[in-house]
């Protein structure tokens, strides 16, 4: 089944310890990309990345950082959390050329 | 500073009526638009898109007007179902070619289609 997947779907951790939120997706997709989904804010590119070993800011990069050293992965990290982290995370892939992103079912982070 | 602004936050409509849901952009640099659909606890899916040398596109039930003087979009559902219920989402973007590299999305409408 096509898909993309993340893990965890649920987190609940402490400002300042890493964490890693892990994006997987098994179409072959060149474009990846992560968002966050706020109240009142909608959802808000973080990063994204159109292939292997190329990655780019979104509109709130601020506090996160993402690699892209296989097609397939796309890991969000953030080093040091702070409660203003506190949100639902999508990942997506596409093919580029093509208007449409296929999302992950989300990850809810919870930092105190 | 929201780019891409739907004003309501929710919206009731019976089924078998239309649904209309709004969006007003500001930035006259989007090219590409696209509305998703998201039902609780998944990931938005794609609904539809238009780019802006059109003003009308068409998928079924579903039909998204651009009007680009204005810097609105619309979406009508018709007729609308009760599966319809869902949060829509209103995204564009400044790549053409529909790469959607970089999207910026709207608060979101939540749609109630009632019996």
């Known amino acids: 089944e096509a898909q993309v997947t993340q893990n965890p779907r649920y987190l609940i951790t402490v400002t300042g310890k890493k964490l890693t939120v892990t994006c997987s997706q098994n179409m072959n997709h060149e474009y990846m990309s992560w968002y966050r989904q706020d109240p009142g804010l909608g959802l808000r590119q973080i990063y994204y990345s159109m292939n292997v070993e190329v990655t780019d800011k979104g509109d709130v990069p601020e506090g996160y950082k993402v690699s892209r050293k296989e097609k397939r992965n796309f890991p969000l990290i953030l080093e040091s959390p702070s409660p203003n982290q506190t949100s639902l995370y999508f990942c997506a892939s596409g093919v580029l050329g093509s208007n449409e992103q296929f999302f992950g079912p989300g990850t809810r982070l919870t930092v105190l | 500073d929201q780019q891409v602004k739907q004003n309501s936050p929710s919206l009731s409509v019976q089924e078998g009526r239309i649904s209309i849901l709004n969006c007003d952009y500001t930035?006259?640099?989007?090219?590409?638009f696209l509305w998703y659909k998201k039902y609780p606890a998944e990931g938005p899916t794609f609904l539809i898109s238009?780019?802006?040398?059109?003003d009308k596109n068409e998928d079924g039930r579903f039909t998204v007007f651009l009007n680009k003087s204005a810097k609105h979009l619309s979406l009508h559902i018709v007729p609308s179902q009760p599966g319809d219920s869902a949060v829509y989402f209103c995204a564009a973007s400044k790549e053409r070619a529909g790469t959607a590299s970089k999207l910026t999305f709207g608060t979101g409408t939540r749609l109630q289609v009632t019996l």
């Open positions: 238009i780019s802006s040398i059109k």
């Open positions: 930035n006259s640099m989007f090219d590409y």
